[in-house]
């Protein structure tokens, strides 16, 4: 099975639909291993109720953004890690990290990607007022949001969504898409 990390800033709800689909088999993998950059976040408490163990990496404590980087390489390669998962990591990562881990991480994203990159995809797919909005599951690189698409879903924008129901909506199928681009994901890597 493959051993696979999580960094998270807010809820963690992908976090624990990524160790529910272990659990459950739809993914041959283990979580080892949770970063999350806000001591308290919803993410570490979701990971105490799991039992899987979790390291606060404050950024504010870092000099820099490599340095944040370093501090998770640290901790992925000592927990022996194949596979890195962004799920809802609010800080942009360098390609110290990247460099680190060439085509083992993967990042969730709240809009159909290309469109709407950046920090606030919901909010600004309804600014935008598309009536189609969704996730992208994809590898990430230099570029903030435009690495490979490995998996996205649609899902409607319905009348009288604020950001919350439009969110929501499109969370459920984060949930369902992030085990299936971390096994493509890993498919790629086994075919070189
Ligand atoms: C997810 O909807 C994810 O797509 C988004 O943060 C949310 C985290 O939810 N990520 C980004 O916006 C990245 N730019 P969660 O903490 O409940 O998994």
Known sequence: PLRLAVMASGEGSNFEALVEACSEGRLQGDVVVLAVNREGCGAQR?????????????H???PSRQ?????LIALFRAHRVDLVVMAGW???VTPVLIDAFPG???NIHPS???SFRGADGVGDALAAGVTLAG???HLV???VDAGTILVQAAVPVLAGDDRQRLHARIQTQEHRILPLAVSLAAQRLAQG
Not at 46 to 58: K, N
Not at 67 to 71: E, G, I, S, T
């Open 46 to 58: 979701r990971a105490e109720r799991l039992g899987i163990p979790c390291q606060v990496i404050d």
């Open 60 to 62: 504010r404590h870092q």
């Open 67 to 71: 340095a944040l980087d370093q501090a």
């Open 90 to 92: 609010m800080r942009i």
């Open 104 to 106: 083992r991480l993967v």
């Open 112 to 114: 159909l990607l290309p």
């Open 135 to 137: 996730c992208t599951a």
């Open 141 to 143: 690189s230099a570029e």
